[in-house]
Nanobody, 114 residues
């Protein structure tokens, strides 16, 4: 199993980033995907999830209207489009497939400067 996030970086407030989560080694289409984040000194929190069964999307209140989750089952890749970024979005972002007992990537750092 391999899960690799990319697309993080440093951006000014109001800017955008697109995170990618490239996967291999399992049947990607069988799993709900999710993006989580962890800021320094804080617990990991769910940012967004996308069900593999019915396409229902979940967004944390703090990112609604700004972030968009998507997936490409052919490319076995998940995405998180992040617009109107705020300094409080600064965190390490993790890709997850299959929930808490599923597969995790190593994370990608997102830093939003004010």
């Amino acid at each position: 199993v391999r899960i690799v996030e990319s697309g993080g970086g440093v951006v000014q407030a109001g800017g955008s980033l697109r995170l990618s989560c490239a996967t291999s080694g399992f049947t990607f289409g069988d799993y709900t995907i999710g993006w989580f984040r962890q800021a320094p000194g804080k617990e990991r929190e769910a940012v967004s999830c996308l069900s593999n069964r019915d396409g229902i999307r979940y967004y944390a209140d703090s990112v609604k209207g700004r972030f968009t989750i998507s997936r490409n089952n052919v490319k076995t890749t998940a995405y998180l489009q992040m617009n109107s970024l705020k300094p409080e979005d600064t965190a390490v972002y993790y890709c997850n497939c299959g929930g808490a007992l599923g597969f995790w990537g190593q994370g990608t750092q997102v830093t939003v400067s004010s």
